[in-house]
């Protein structure tokens, strides 16, 4: 259930967002039929992602579930999707680098929800900061049998007194109702014992670079 409630909460926030805009163009004469498809397809977008995290963590522990190869791109694409809204609403530009031609063979929906609670915590982490130009860059490399994605930001990086706790259950640097203190021990559970992949830490020149090796196919 707390997994479930953490990754519900942004895009909740998104849609509440999209609604609140459509109300407005609505009552304004703003509403043209592109800007209404727009709005209705962000929204189907969100739901869609929103049932499927049910989905996710009810399947969590079942044995049967099947690992697929896609191209890396095609996770990106569906990031922009879902956090599009959000990240013109915050001012933050997300920067990719990346070999489109890249491809992996693994549990496709773990990985979009690591890389969504990631992007989220340096959105969180621009808010808590007051950085209203805020970037965040996700690089993919590939080395022989492993894929390194490295995420880093310009929010200012994380104390050093807590970087170390940052990975633990319900432990938060937010105000209780704005966190769970639950996102980034999601994203190394999933990472640890379903994606066989390993996260780091690090605090860099104004930001923070969290650090993922995974391995292409196992």
């Keep these: 259930i707390g997994n479930i409630a953490h990754q519900w909460r942004q895009p ?5 967002g999209l609604i609140l805009n459509f109300d ?3 009552n304004n004469n703003g509403l043209t ?4 498809t727009d709005y209705l397809n962000q929204i189907e977008d969100l739901s869609l992602h929103m049932s499927e995290t049910i989905e996710n963590f009810s399947n969590y522990f079942h044995p049967d579930k099947e690992k697929q190869l896609f191209k890396f791109n095609t996770l990106i694409d569906e990031i922009n999707q879902l956090l599009k809204f959000s990240l013109i609403k ?4 997300l920067i990719i680098k990346q070999d489109l031609e890249i491809s992996i063979n693994t549990y496709y929906a773990e990985l979009l929800q690591v890389l969504i609670i990631l992007i989220s915590n340096s959105k969180d982490a621009f808010k808590a900061q007051q950085i209203h130009n805020g970037t965040i860059e996700i690089t993919v490399k590939e080395e022989k049998e492993t ?3 490295e995420l880093w ?11 170390g706790k940052i990975f633990d259950p319900y432990f938060s640097t937010k105000d209780k109702k704005q966190g769970t203190g639950l996102g980034l021990h999601i994203a190394r559970t999933l990472l640890t014992n379903t994606l066989n992949g390993t996260i780091i830490v690090e605090n860099i020149e104004n930001g923070t670079k969290f650090t993922i090796e995974l391995k292409i196919s196992f």
């Design 12 to 16: 909740l926030a998104n849609l509440n």
């Design 90 to 93: 915050n001012n933050i530009s």
């Design 33 to 36: 039929k592109e800007k209404t």
């Design 147 to 149: 894929i390194t994605i």
């Design 153 to 163: 930001d310009n929010a200012g990086g994380i104390n050093k007194d807590v970087i």
């Design 24 to 26: 407005y163009d609505n």
